[in-house]
């Protein structure tokens, strides 16, 4: 792609030659508005490859086939054009696509008009072709969305040189346009593919610059992204999560794991916290960091969470020592549903008493709606259930929390304890936050313990319960149940 010693010789001319670009493009401000532009483009593009339209002799199917704002060949002709390239390549290609999608294009169309939207498009598009033709004749551009064009890169070695031609195209796109009063810049994302002897076809590339694309938009502004398979699986994952979540609840795929929690100073087992758990027949274990996003994100959260409650609330009363459980509550769960009264009903379905339960809510989810929230906690209060402010330290720490509702438990959040050690600020926030919790007179828990030394420092500063690897991983009910050497840890 780039003529001379590749790779080296690539990095140290990718600064220059982003340089190179941006004055070539700024040069190319003053055609802004040179209706003669998108003309000349054409005439380039057929000139590079006669074969662009499939039918070069019919001038009237090709019109069809051109955007008439760029000159450019759309979607369908590109692909036919990836098609052949694929077909004729042997077993070693050396090309890749390139997708750049534009942002910012309906900003600035709502706000100067449709008018200056398409000449900003126009000129960019003039900009993009010259470039990438300059590189390599036989290199390829398209008009295939909105504000989207592909390339076809030949001449290319390796996925790194494509990302770096990535965000060349990228500079070129984000070269300011100003005229008079108008000043305005495009943004974009790129996602580049390369073609190899198992990925040779049209849509196969396709699609991989497409996801390599969207993930660059997850990154922010103007970032590119090569395709990674993971592009692909992560996707089928989240999908095959999303939609086999309900039912997974339904048969009992998802279950309750527990996690003990001790009295810091003595040792004694005081709690225990339920955590769910999904074993998927394909997937294998799925963290609930992954599936409660989507439960909540699907609506699924309400049967989830009535799950969990009624297993745990049934599996404590048949715990040696009484111990007292905690259940994570979503506040989307509060939102949907009459916590108060499901939690009535398993209390007195399952025998425990409204004491032994404790619902721990994260803070950082009750931003939203905190009045409905609050007055939900308090008539689970009512029934005689404890209420804990989870991760507490993260998230929206908004210290009206601490005094629009009474925490019967404050639970520092565990990156603190992992800085605790090393950082005296986190030890000096474990501290305030432990002088907050006295006077509020809720339990200080802390979580993540994973060292005596740790516990030890929580101890000397006041904590009263912990929990963490130190002690126990979470596991079943049974092995929790009938090992009487987790019930004690010095
Ligand atoms: P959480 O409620 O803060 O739960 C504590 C998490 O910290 C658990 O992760 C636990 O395994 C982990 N943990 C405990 N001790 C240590 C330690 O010493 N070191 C480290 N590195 N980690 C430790 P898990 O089980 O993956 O749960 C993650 C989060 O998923 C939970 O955070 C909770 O917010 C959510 N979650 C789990 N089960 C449920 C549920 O039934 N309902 C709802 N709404 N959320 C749940
Ligand atoms: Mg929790
Ligand atoms: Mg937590």
């Known amino acids: 792609m780039f003529k001379g010693n590749r790779r080296t010789d690539l990095m140290s001319r990718t600064s220059s030659g982003i340089a190179q670009v941006l004055g070539d493009a700024a040069s190319g401000i003053a055609c802004l508005f040179d209706p003669g532009t998108g003309a000349q483009a054409k ?116 996925d790194c040189e494509l990302k770096v031609l990535g965000y060349i195209l990228l500079a070129i796109a984000n070269v300011p346009h100003i005229h008079e009063n108008f000043y305005a810049r495009l943004d974009g994302n790129v996602g580049v593919a390369v073609a190899n002897s198992e990925c040779l076809s049209a849509r196969e590339l396709i699609l991989r610059a497409d996801l390599a694309m969207q993930e660059a938009c997850k990154n922010g502004s103007n970032e590119t992204a090569v395709y990674t398979p993971s592009l692909k699986t992560g996707p089928i994952r989240n999908r095959k999560i999303e939609s086999e979540l309900r039912l997974a609840i339904e048969s009992r795929e998802i279950y309750a794991v527990y996690q003990p929690q001790f009295d810091i100073i003595s040792g004694q087992m005081v709690g225990m916290e339920a955590l769910a758990r999904w074993k998927h027949p394909e997937l294998g274990m799925i963290p609930p960091t992954e599936f409660i996003d989507v439960a909540e994100r699907t609506g699924s959260i309400v049967p989830l969470g009535q799950h969990i409650l009624r297993l745990a609330c049934r599996d404590a009363v048949a715990m040696r020592g009484a111990p007292c ?130 516990r030890d420092l929580f101890a000397s500063i006041g904590y009263q319960v912990a929990q963490g690897f130190f002690y126990a991983r979470p596991m079943a009910y049974a092995d929790l149940n009938l090992s009487p050497h987790v019930l004690n840890k010095q």
């Open 43 to 158: 005439d380039r593009l057929f000139q590079s490859d006669p074969e662009s339209c499939g039918h070069p002799a019919d001038d009237q199917d090709c019109s069809r086939q051109i955007d008439a704002l760029t000159q450019l060949p759309n979607r369908k002709v590109f692909f036919d054009h990836v098609n052949r390239v694929c077909s004729s390549a042997d077993d070693t290609p050396s090309f890749g696509l390139i997708v750049l999608k534009l942002s910012r294009l309906k900003h600035i169309n709502a706000h100067f008009g449709y008018g200056r939207g398409d000449m900003m498009l126009a000129h960019v598009s003039n900009e993009l072709a010259t470039y990438v033709r300059k590189l390599d004749q036989r290199n390829y551009i398209a008009r295939t969305g909105d504000a989207e064009f592909s390339f076809i890169v030949h001449n290319v070695e390796d």
């Open 325 to 454: 459980v905690s259940v994570n509550l979503s506040v989307l769960q509060i939102v949907q549903d009459d916590v108060p009264e499901f939690t009535r009903h398993v209390l007195s379905a399952t025998g425990l008493k409204p004491s032994r339960l404790k619902l721990e809510v994260t803070e950082s989810a009750i931003i939203k709606d905190s009045k409905r929230i609050f007055d939900t906690l308090t008539s689970l209060k009512a029934l005689g259930v404890s209420i804990s402010l989870d991760d507490f330290g993260t998230g929206y720490s908004a210290l009206s929390y601490l005094t629009d509702f009474e925490w019967d438990e404050l639970k520092i959040d565990r990156s603190f304890v992992a800085k605790a050690l090393k950082c005296d600020k986190a030890q000096h926030i474990a501290q305030t936050i432990g002088g907050i919790a006295e006077k509020m007179k809720a339990r200080l828990t802390v979580e993540g313990i994973e060292t005596s030394a740790q």
